[in-house]
């Protein structure tokens, strides 16, 4: 480790020097902040019938709102 924190072979910076972006890290962050992330969802408005994008946000709510007459397209990180 360099000191630094998120940084190191076990560290959880990306390869910009971005702090705490690591997977593990980013899943138990996700995981702890879900019912947040899903109530900013909901609070959206998406209604069935509508064409989602899923850019990565993870919270995998997105389909279930838009429905089975919707779409949701999933873009994973990166991609």
């Known amino acids: ?10 560290g959880h910076a990306s390869s ?3 702090a705490l972006t690591g997977g ?3 899943d138990v ?5 879900r ?4 109530a900013q969802l909901r ?10 994008l899923d850019a990565a946000c993870g919270a995998r709510l997105l389909p ?4 089975r007459t919707g779409r949701a397209e999933r873009r ?3 991609a």
């Open 29 to 33: 962050h996700f995981e702890m902040a």
């Open 24 to 26: 593990d890290w980013l």
């Open 64 to 67: 279930s709102l838009a429905g």
């Open 1 to 10: 480790m360099t000191g630094q924190q998120g940084t190191g072979p076990r």
């Open 43 to 52: 609070a959206v408005g998406i209604q069935p019938g509508w064409h989602v």
């Open 76 to 78: 994973p990180h990166g």
């Open 16 to 18: 910009t020097g971005q």
């Open 35 to 38: 019912p947040e992330y899903e």
